[in-house]
């Protein structure tokens, strides 16, 4: 009975809350979810978080939070879900439909480093690093942007191997 009026109140902030920010308090506390204390991802949260935050574009498509939570969606798709494809496409649309965005610039380095280490694309990899320097000259990524395409199609073991080499 003496916590009753705590769980009154509760109900009347959630009921006051809005739809959207309901779906972004949910997004927020997945986030938070998403690393156990070991730095391990958890898949469950993962996959919970995916399909919460794409309900929330679709259902927020001019919400300004969109360009960061492509990039979030094409990272978990890439990296913890083994989806790169479906990575790739939002990638692409924080490329391309947010082209001012400052993380525009990074979603296409993102992107040929998919297709360079997800997918054996290198030719395609290629390209896309191509575009990034001619059209981010200067940007902070250039440098390893072609330090990438200098490696394209050494196996990871083999640049370890190299790097140990070079550092020893």
Do not use: W
Not at 23 to 41: G, P, R, V
Request: aromatic share 12%; charged share 20%; with cysteine.
């Amino acid at each position: 009975m003496k916590y009753l009026p705590a769980l009154i109140l509760t109900f009347i902030l959630i009921a006051c809350q809005s739809d959207q920010d309901q779906h972004l308090n949910k997004i927020n506390d997945l986030q938070l979810e998403l690393i156990d204390s070991e730095f391990n991802t958890n898949l469950e949260v993962t996959q919970e978080l995916v399909v919460e935050i794409e309900n929330y574009l679709s259902k927020y498509p001019d919400s300004t939070t969109m360009p960061d939570y492509y990039m979030q969606l094409g990272d978990l798709y890439t990296n913890v879900l083994r989806l790169p494809v479906k990575g790739l496409y939002f990638f692409q649309k924080v490329h391309s439909d947010f082209p001012n965005h400052h993380q525009a610039p990074v979603a296409l380095f993102y992107k040929a480093f998919a297709l360079d280490n997800y997918m054996g694309q290198q030719d395609q990899a290629r390209l896309v690093y191509e575009s990034f320097l001619k059209t981010y000259p200067n940007h902070e990524l250039s440098e390893t942007v072609e330090l990438s395409i200098q490696q394209l199609g050494i196996p990871l073991d083999e640049l370890v191997k190299q790097f140990e080499e070079k550092n020893n």
